[in-house]
């Protein structure tokens, strides 16, 4: 399993405004690791730095103890791959060839379209629900649909590392289940490593090995749930009072929110 590994890292875009600085990280292999925080904390911008879709300003991400910015994207591609924010399909193009997208990291002017190739594009088709759909234009799709869609063309691609930017976006709620659950079963199946941010910080501790919580660009905290929720941390990175208790199902950390017109009871 390579090692991915943030050191350092200043992250800015366009403007110059720094949204990530001295961030160190290492992601655990073989384990679901969740970002939590609130807007604009920097987790999309790490995300995007730890695929290689944004350079450092300064630091470095390295991959297997290279920078993975002086390896060929070929091979990064077939090492990590990601489902960033609201992903945009070509106009008119099928489920089936969005999915099938996700194999070009493997492709050589040698070796073409394969076995291999066509076994993982049903796999992660069927893996996603989407194997009726597979004629139909992307375009055409409901949202939560369209969502599974760029799920399981990252699925597809097949890269040990797998990197998703708000997964369960526009998902009904059994859905949203339905796909951490498949994430669960890539892991614990094949081993992949998973890096995801995710809003619902119940969702987050019921599926993370290891959370890590982002504010102002910076880690606050990481580790287990149990380690890493608390009622004092929520405040000071969401700016939510709360109440942490088992969760009666999972006995993971479940966050009650205190909002200003609740009356707690005594």
């Given at each position: 399993?390579?090692?991915?590994r ?19 990280l ?45 390896m ?107 796909v951490?659950?498949?994430i ?26 290891h ?29 939510l ?18 909002g ?7």
């Open positions: 399993m390579p090692e991915l943030a050191t350092g890292v200043r992250l800015a875009y366009h403007n110059n405004m720094v949204v990530v600085d001295d961030l160190d290492t992601v655990p292999d073989g384990r679901i690791s969740v970002i939590v925080g609130a807007n604009a904390s920097g987790k999309s911008t790490l995300l995007r730095a730890l695929a290689r879709l944004l350079i450092p300003r300064a630091g470095s991400v390295h991959l297997d103890g290279r920078s993975i910015h002086e060929p994207t070929r091979q990064v591609a077939t090492q990590v791959g990601i489902l960033p924010q609201g992903p945009v399909a070509p106009e008119g193009l099928t489920v089936g060839d969005l999915v099938g997208r996700g194999r070009a990291p493997h492709q050589r002017w040698w070796h073409q379209w394969s076995a291999t190739d066509e076994h993982e594009v049903a796999e992660a088709l069927r893996l996603t629900g989407l194997t009726d759909l597979a004629r139909r234009p992307v375009d055409e799709l409901s949202g939560g649909q369209r969502q599974r869609a760029w799920i399981a063309m990252a699925i597809a691609q097949g890269t040990p590392i797998l990197l998703l930017d708000e997964p369960t976006t526009y998902l009904d709620l059994a859905h949203q289940i339905d951490l659950d498949l669960v079963d890539l892991n614990r199946r094949e081993g992949r490593t998973v890096v995801m941010v995710l809003h619902d910080l119940n969702q987050a501790c019921r599926y993370a090995d959370m890590i919580a982002m504010r102002s660009g910076r880690i606050v905290a990481e580790g287990g749930p149990a380690e890493v929720i608390t009622a004092e941390l929520v405040e000071e990175v969401f700016g009072r709360c109440r942490v208790i088992a969760d009666p199902v999972a006995g993971t950390p479940l966050v009650l929110p205190v200003r017109h609740v009356v707690e009871p005594g």
